[in-house]
């Protein structure tokens, strides 16, 4: 049975900090399938072109900085009510504010380095998706 699928990234300081496999366990332990995946350096232009919707924001350069500062897990997951599932396993953005057995909870270091990066939307997600699994 397929559900909705949604995006997410292990940002850099997830995978530096060895935190992938536990992760990615969480994720297919929460009831999600993994659909597509795959490891990989973002280029400058790549991170550029991902976060361009925080172009004139303030904090821009230093995101596509970060982003770009080592390897990220990309992956397409499944399972119903997608978006709004993994939005809740992942917590709040900011893991002080993050609820307790939360991804960000356990394994971000701030707001910035927040381990994963969740789709918001169904229609994020697949633009997301098919920016890393064209």
Do not use: C
């Not at 380095?113 to 939307?121: I, K, L, T, Y």
């Amino acid at each position: 049975m397929a559900g909705t699928k949604t995006f997410t990234m292990i940002k850099p300081d997830a995978t530096a900090a060895g935190n992938t496999g536990k992760i990615i366990d969480r994720i297919i332990q929460a009831g999600f399938s993994i659909v597509e995946m795959k490891w990989t350096t973002l280029s400058n232009d790549q991170a550029k072109k991902f976060y361009e919707v925080h172009a004139e924001r303030p904090f821009y350069g230093e995101l596509v900085e970060y982003m770009t500062s080592g390897p990220i897990v990309a992956a397409v997951l499944e399972k119903d009510n997608a978006v709004e599932d993994y939005r809740t396993l992942i917590g709040a953005t900011n893991p002080k504010e993050a609820a307790p057995g939360t991804i960000r909870a356990e394994f971000a270091e701030s707001i910035a380095a927040n381990a994963v990066h969740g789709s918001d939307s169904d229609e994020n997600a697949k633009i997301e998706g098919d920016f890393f699994f064209a």
